[in-house]
C-alpha cells in the first residue's frame, strides 16, 4: 500500500514535505502540552515558596509586635532614672529598667531612650536627675562618663534633624568634665577629679540628699475626670515654647515624622542636604537604594496567586487581615514620679549646701501608641506621645537602621528556604533602603535595577511599622517536584519524535526506490521476454514456412535453443525471486567435495559461455581438491550460473572476452570460490548497491546491457541461506566476485 501510493509521483522533495507537514501536526500540540505542564509546575512552585515568603513575613510581624507591645507597656515613670514602687509613703526607690548601661532593649540596634518635654528639653533615663549625686547612686566616674556621651550622641542625633534644640558642644563637653571631676572627688578617684579641675574652673560636687520630704502633690480622679483634666491640645504646645536664647522649637516636628508626605522644605533644611531632587521632580532620600515604583519587578505570578485565593476563599489571607484590623487605642495610667527639689536657681546651689528634698509626684497620664518613623540622618525613630497635666511630652527610643533590619529580618529570612530563590527588599514608605540578596549572591546592589525580577509577594507590617514594606524578588525559581519527569518525558518525545520522522523518511526513502525499482523490473522483464519471444517467433516462421536457406537453419535452430534457455534462466530466477520474497529459501546442504562441484558446475555453464564467444577458465589447486563443504548443490549452481551471465553481459566490450572461475582456501578454514570477467569493473560507490533488489547501475531508458536487476541480489539472498559470505573486488582488469562457504569435517 504505502509503496503504490508513494510510487505514483512521489520523490525526496514531497516526501520531506509530506513527513515535516506529519511532525509539525504532532509536534506543536504535543509541545502546548508540554509548556502547559511546565507553566503549571513552574505556577505550583511559586505559589508553594509564596507561601512561604507570606509565612516568613507572618512571623516577622508577630515577633515585632510582641517586642512593641512590651516597649508600649512601660509606663510614664520608666523613662526617668529613679522609678518609685509599691506604697510611695514607703518611698522604696530603684532604678528603671531603661537606665540599664549597657542599653537593653528586645528591639535590635536601639541606642538608647529619651524624652523631650513639651519646651523641647531633652533628657534620657541613662542619666539621674539634675542635681543628684551619680556616686550615691552607684555610678562611677568611668560609668558616668559613658552615660554622658551616649545621651550626648542621642541628643546629637535628635537635634540633627530638630526634634530638640541643640546645645553648644563647648558647654557640653563643659558640663561633662564638671560631671567627671565632681564624681571623681566623691568617689575618691582623685585622678579623674584633678584632670577634670586643671581643664575646667571647679564647681562645688553635688552631694547626696541628707534629709527627703515626701509630698504628694496631685492625687488621682476617676477616669472621666482624669480624662476631662487633660487638654488634648494645651496652649504651650500649640504655640511653641522658646528657649532661654531665644531658639523657637515646637514638638509639631514629631507630628510630620508620622505624615505620609515628604517632610516640607521649611520643615528642616537637613532634608535639604540629605535628599536629592530627582529627574521627574520627587525627592529621593539619599540613604535609600532607589524607589519602589524604579523596580522592574513582574506581578503577573503574584496577581494571579491574589486572584486565586479570591477564588477559593472570601476570607483574607492572616497577614492581610493584620492590616485591616482596628487601630490601636490610646490608655490612661497612673505614673509615680520621685522628683528632687532643690532652692535657687541652679542645682548646684543645693548641692552645695549638702542638701535636697525628694518629692513624689503622683499624677495621671494618657499614652498614645508608638509611632515609627526614619529621621534624614538613616536612624529610625520609635515614639509615643503622653499627655500629663495638659502638657505633651515625646518619648521614645532611637535605633540604627543597619542592625534593626539585619537582627529583626535578615537572621529569619536566612533560615528559611525562600532565602535561596529571593531577594528580600525593604522599603519605608516609596524608598527602598535594605536588599538582602537570597541565593548564591554575596553582595549589596546599590541600585534599582539590582532588583529586577518576578515579584513572589510583598506586604506591609502592621502598626507601628506600617511604613514598612517588605518585597521579595525572585532571582531564581527552582522547578517543581515533577519538572524532572516532565524533563526526561519531553527528551523522551523529543527522541522518538526525531528518531521516527528520520525513521519514516528513510523507508519512505526506500519505498520510493523499491517503486522505481519495481517499475524498472517491470519494464526490464518486458523487455528481456519480448525480444527473444519475439526473434524466437520470427525464426520459427520461417523455418515453417520454409523461407531459410538449408545452410541457415542450423543457425536458426541454435538461436531458438539459446534465447529458450534465456528465457529459461529468467523465469526460474523470476520464481525464484518470488519464494525468496515469500519466505526464507528453502535450501538442502549435503557435503560435497570442491572438485566434484566445480566439474558438475563447469558441464553446466561452459555451453552457455562457448556461445557467447567467451573462454572459461576453470582451476584449482591439487591441495583444495578434497576439500569438503555442506551446500545446496542447484541452489550453488544458480549461483554461479548467474554470476557468469552477470560476467558475459557486462564484459561483451572487452578486449578479453574470458571468464575465470577459481577455489581456494582461506586461513579461518573457508572455501573461496571466484568468478571473474575482464570488463570495465564496478564503481566503487556501487559496490555495496549492486546486492540490493532490483537495483541497475544504469537507466532504463539509456542502458546498453540486458538483465533485470535480480540476479545479483538472488546471489546475495541464496549465499546468506546457506551460511556463505559474497563480496566484490575490481581487478585490473575486470571485476571478481567472491563466494565463501565454511569448511566441514569429513
Known amino acids: 500500500m504505502l509503496s503504490r501510493v508513494l510510487g505514483r509521483g512521489f520523490d525526496r522533495g514531497r516526501l520531506r514535505g509530506l513527513l515535516v507537514a506529519f511532525f509539525l501536526l504532532l509536534a506543536i500540540p504535543t509541545t502546548a502540552l508540554i509548556w502547559q505542564a511546565y ?19 507572618v512571623r516577622i510581624d508577630d515577633d515585632f509586635i510582641e517586642r512593641i507591645a512590651s516597649a508600649e507597656a ?21 532604678r528603671s529598667p ?100 586643671r581643664q575646667y574652673e571647679a564647681e562645688p560636687s553635688v552631694a547626696a540628699p541628707a534629709t527627703v520630704d ?46 505620609a508626605d515628604d517632610v516640607p522644605m521649611a520643615a528642616t533644611e537637613v532634608a535639604l542636604e540629605e535628599s536629592d531632587v530627582r529627574g521627574d521632580g520627587t525627592r529621593q532620600n539619599m540613604n535609600s537604594l532607589g524607589k519602589v515604583s524604579d523596580l522592574k519587578l513582574d506581578a503577573a505570578y503574584e496577581r494571579k496567586s491574589e486572584e486565586l485565593e479570591q477564588a477559593r476563599s472570601v476570607e483574607p489571607s492572616e497577614a492581610r487581615a493584620r492590616q485591616a484590623a482596628a487601630p490601636r487605642a490610646k490608655r490612661i495610667e497612673a505614673n509615680t514620679v520621685p522628683e528632687i527639689v532643690v532652692s535657687g536657681n541652679h542645682p548646684e546651689s543645693a548641692a552645695a549646701a549638702g542638701r535636697s528634698d525628694l518629692r513624689i509626684s503622683t499624677f495621671a497620664s494618657e499614652v498614645d501608641p508608638f509611632e515609627f518613623s526614619q529621621l534624614d540622618s538613616g536612624h529610625f525613630v520609635l515614639f509615643r506621645k503622653v499627655w500629663r497635666d495638659g502638657e505633651r511630652y515625646i518619648q521614645g527610643m532611637l535605633i540604627e537602621q543597619q542592625v534593626f533590619l539585619a537582627g529583626m529580618l535578615e537572621e529569619r529570612f536566612r533560615e ?58 525572585i532571582n531564581r525559581l527552582p522547578p517543581g517536584p515533577g519538572a524532572g519527569v516532565l524533563a526526561w518525558v519531553t527528551l523522551a518525545l523529543g527522541v522518538v519524535f526525531c528518531g521516527g520522522f528520520f525513521a519514516l523518511y528513510r523507508l519512505g526513502l526506500g519505498q520510493i526506490d523499491l517503486a522505481r525499482q519495481q517499475q524498472d523490473f517491470v519494464s526490464a522483464v518486458s523487455h528481456e521476454l519480448k525480444t527473444p519471444l519475439t526473434s524466437i517467433r520470427m525464426y520459427g516462421e520461417m523455418l515453417k514456412e520454409g523461407w531459410a536457406d538449408p545452410e541457415k537453419r542450423q543457425h536458426y535452430y541454435e538461436y531458438i535453443h539459446d534465447e529458450s534457455e534465456r528465457l529459461t534462466r529468467l523465469i526460474a530466477n523470476v520464481l525464484q525471486l518470488a519464494s525468496i520474497t515469500r519466505n526464507d529459501p528453502q535450501v538442502v546442504p549435503q557435503p560435497v567435495t570442491v572438485d566434484t562441484l566445480l566439474d558438475q558446475v563447469s558441464s553446466k555453464i561452459a555451453d552457455q559461455v562457448s556461445r557467447a564467444g567467451f573462454d572459461l577458465h576453470v582451476r584449482h589447486s591439487p591441495a583444495d581438491e578434497h576439500m569438503t563443504i555442506s551446500i545446496d548443490v542447484d541452489c550453488f549452481t544458480q549461483i554461479v550460473i548467474n554470476l557468469v551471465d552477470n560476467a ?66 538472488i546471489v546475495h539472498q541464496l549465499t546468506l541461506a546457506m551460511g556463505g559470505k559474497v563480496d566484490v573486488v575490481n581487478r585490473d582488469p575486470g571485476a571478481e566476485f567472491r563466494i565463501s562457504f565454511p569448511l566441514v569435517a569429513v
Open 98 to 197: 531603661l537606665s540599664q548601661y549597657p542599653v537593653r532593649e528586645a528591639l535590635p540596634g536601639t541606642i538608647g531612650h529619651f524624652q523631650v518635654a513639651t519646651d523641647g528639653a531633652f533628657s534620657t533615663p541613662l542619666l539621674p536627675q539634675q542635681g543628684s549625686d551619680p556616686a550615691a547612686l552607684g555610678i562611677a566616674a568611668a560609668e558616668y562618663e559613658e552615660r554622658l556621651l551616649l545621651a550626648m550622641r542621642l541628643q546629637e542625633i535628635l537635634a540633627a534633624n530638630r526634634l530638640v534644640q541643640a546645645r553648644s558642644p563647648a558647654a557640653e563637653l563643659q558640663r561633662v568634665a564638671q560631671r567627671s571631676a565632681a564624681v571623681g572627688k566623691d568617689t575618691g578617684d582623685k585622678e579623674v577629679g584633678e584632670q577634670a579641675a
Open 39 to 57: 507553566g503549571q509546575l513552574k505556577w505550583e512552585s511559586f505559589h508553594q515558596y509564596r507561601g512561604m515568603a507570606e509565612e516568613l513575613t
Open 648 to 713: 558475459i553481459k557486462f564484459s561483451k566490450q572487452a578486449d578479453i572476452k574470458r571468464v575465470d572461475i577459481s577455489s581456494s582456501s582461506a586461513r579461518d578454514g573457508r572455501a573461496i570460490f571466484a568468478v571473474r570477467d575482464y570488463g570495465a569493473g564496478i564503481r566503487k560507490d556501487q559496490m555495496k548497491k549492486i546486492f540490493k533488489l532490483f537495483y541497475r547501475s544504469e537507466s532504463e531508458l539509456t542502458r546498453e546491457t540486458v538483465g533485470t536487476g535480480i540476479g545479483l541480489a
Open 74 to 94: 512601660r509606663t510614664f515613670a520608666d523613662y526617668s532614672f529613679l522609678t518609685l514602687t509599691g506604697d510611695p509613703s514607703a518611698n522604696f526607690l530603684q
Open 214 to 259: 515626701v509630698r504628694i502633690t496631685a492625687g488621682l480622679a476617676g477616669d472621666d475626670g482624669l480624662r476631662d483634666s487633660i487638654d488634648p491640645a494645651p496652649r504651650r504646645q500649640a504655640a511653641g515654647i522658646a528657649d532661654d536664647d531665644g531658639a523657637f522649637y515646637s514638638q509639631q516636628v514629631f507630628d510630620e515624622l508620622a505624615q
Open 416 to 473: 528559611t528556604g525562600v532565602s535561596g530563590v529571593t531577594n528580600l527588599i525593604v522599603a519605608y514608605r516609596d524608598d527602598l533602603i535594605q536588599n538582602f540578596p537570597g541565593g548564591s549572591q554575596r553582595s549589596y546592589p546599590n541600585g534599582s535595577q539590582s532588583f529586577d525580577g518576578a515579584l513572589l509577594y510583598r506586604n506591609r507590617l502592621s502598626a507601628p511599622l506600617e511604613s514598612l514594606e517588605l518585597i521579595y524578588s
